[in-house]
């Protein structure tokens, strides 16, 4: 289908068929330019089948930025939104060791603080203060029975789910966590850019979820509690 337009000296002759979309072409004959639209019903079926292949990819955000003399405290995008069953991929693209978390707190109470204030009795019994709260130290094995205590919160140091009953659940580094909604907490853990993990022992470099209800999700970074994000899921 076509619409032809010939504009000459004295005389402009138009056909015009029917069209949705349309390319424009020129080309020039003696004292007449002959432009020409040509209609394409095929580019809207294009889009959604890139679309629907996209859809099973991971949607990349990047957790700060920046340089050392200037790092970006931000998530980039810090609103997407996603399909049910479509992952999303943290990482970290600072081009110096500053870590980040993804922290996703649906209960108030099991919000974590970067350090653990302990007590220690004479039988070496370890309580958190206050009482119950989303606290636990690291703890090194030594020689001996010797163990070292690390008054760092693991439960914000290392990835950990809390499921809807307070069961915690520890995940290796560079998780991959399907969410069903119901969880209580679910940290990433620090993680750094890639290759520079070493900085901090057992951190990672990249963090996905894949959420299999709909709704908005808000998350921060434990350590910069101003960085936030949220992902809707339709």
Known sequence: MFTILTMGMATITSMVLMSFLFLLTETTTG??????????????????????????????????????????????PDKIEVNVGQPVNWYNPTDVGEPHTVTFVMDNSTMAGVVSPLSISNTTTITTLPPNSNNEPIVISGQNGTNTIIALNARTFNPVVIDSSGNVEYMSPNANFNMDGTEKYINSGWFLPKGMEQEYPGAGNTFIITFEKPGTYNYICILYPWMIGSITVR
């Not at 432009?35 to 294009?46: D, G, I, K, L």
């Not at 292949?53 to 990047?62: F, G």
Request: aromatic share 8%; no cysteine.
């Open 31 to 76: 004292d007449n330019n002959i432009f020409v639209f040509a209609t394409s019903q095929s580019q809207p079926q294009q889009q959604m089948q890139q679309q629907q292949q996209q859809d099973n990819k991971p949607i990349e955000i990047a957790a700060g930025g920046g340089k050392y003399s200037a790092p970006l405290t931000i998530y980039v």
